[in-house]
């Protein structure tokens, strides 16, 4: 079994920064792509950004230029720096890994918990 544990959300005022993580632990062999989806209130989950493990990451329009993704293979850990937030950023933002496990040696889809992001003054 793999699991995802996130950390780093909470209330931060419209132009200021949070920096989520979210580490695997488990039967892991290898992991490619790692990326953060987000859910607003009332409205559908959506791709936030992804990236490979080679550090190929790509993003949503609504963030670029504001956010980056990063990841420590070393530490089976993904980041996502937020930075010039804005209140349409508030949302509960997961992780999700796509992860090949070692017995069977096949991929597998794997999310965290959910951590709440609230931009708000």
């Known amino acids: 079994q793999v699991q995802l544990v996130e950390s780093g959300g909470g209330l931060v005022q419209p132009g200021g920064s949070l920096r989520l993580s979210c580490a695997a632990s488990?039967?892991?062999?290898?992991?490619?792509?790692m990326g953060w989806y987000r859910r607003a209130p009332g409205k559908a989950r959506e791709l936030v950004g992804a990236i490979t493990r080679g550090g190929s990451a790509n993003y949503a329009d609504s963030v670029k230029g504001r956010f980056t993704i990063s990841r420590d293979n070393a530490k089976n850990t993904v980041y996502l720096q937020m930075n010039s937030l804005k209140p349409e950023d508030t949302a509960v933002y997961y992780c999700?890994?796509?992860?090949?496990?070692?017995?069977?040696?096949?991929?597998?889809?794997?999310w965290g918990q959910g951590t709440q992001v609230t931009v708000s003054s």
């Open positions: 999700n890994m796509k992860v090949v496990v070692t017995t069977p040696l096949r991929e597998y889809d794997y």
């Open positions: 488990g039967s892991i062999f290898s992991i490619n792509v």
